[in-house]
């Protein structure tokens, strides 16, 4: 079955430490988007690509970096100058046009 | 400018039907969407509207769009508590190459028995 997998579901880690999150998706989408959630703020756009080796700031990249060498992966990191990681991470891919997005299940990062 | 406004709690109860409503400011918008999220977990694509319609029905759900107001609502019949979820409203503009989606914060729906 095609889908975007986000790993892992949980992750801890201390203040300081960078961190990078998984996303994976095999629907042959070109576009992929990462998204933050924290409670009653809804979904913040971070970064997003719209093809393989090229990728765009969203709303809120400051602290965050991207990479997209394969359509299939869009990694995201969370360095040490983005002040509060804690949050829930949402990956989310599209194809060309007008489509809605399939998202992940979602990486929840606690740092303590 | 674009922003999304929702309400952020309904409650209702079982069997009763909800209706959910957002609006919207930027009259551009091409598509606009409903996604469900149900606790720890992604979103999930519900229903969509093109803008050029007024209403969309889909089992259960009905999407009626009201341009003038720029006014969305997602009505649930027959609410069952697994409905029971936040629920996000979200546009995509016109003529913007490739555009993101904006999304509104939400509206928790909890369903009472």
């Known amino acids: 079955d095609g889908g975007i997998t986000q790993s892992p579901k949980y992750l801890f880690r201390k203040e300081g430490q960078n961190v990078t999150l998984s996303c994976e998706q095999n629907?042959?989408?070109?576009?992929m988007y990462w998204y933050r959630q924290d409670p009653g703020q809804g979904l913040r756009l971070i970064y997003y690509?719209?093809?393989?080796?090229?990728?765009q700031k969203g709303d809120i990249a400051e602290g965050y970096s991207v990479s997209r060498e394969k359509k299939e992966s869009f990694p995201l990191t969370v360095t040490s100058a983005q002040k509060n990681p804690t949050a829930f991470y949402l990956c989310?891919?599209?194809?060309?046009?007008?489509?809605?997005?399939?998202f992940g299940s979602g990486t929840r990062l606690t740092v303590v | 400018g674009e922003d999304v406004e929702q309400s952020l709690f309904l409650s209702v109860r079982e069997g009763d039907s909800s209706v959910i409503n957002c609006t919207y400011t930027d009259s551009s918008s091409t598509y606009l969407y409903w996604y469900k999220q149900e606790p720890g977990a992604g979103l999930q694509l519900l229903t969509y509207i093109f803008s050029n319609m007024d209403m969309k029905q889909d089992q259960r759900l009905t999407v009626l769009l009201n341009k003038k107001d720029k006014h969305l609502s997602l009505r649930i019949a027959d609410t069952q508590t697994g409905d029971s979820a936040i629920y996000f409203c979200a546009e995509r503009l016109k003529n913007s190459g490739y555009s993101t989606l904006t999304f509104g914060k939400g509206t928790m729906l909890l369903v009472s028995p």
């Open positions: 690509s719209q093809i393989v080796n090229d990728f």
């Open positions: 989310a891919s599209s194809i060309w046009g007008y489509d809605g997005y399939t």
């Open positions: 629907l042959n989408h070109d576009a």
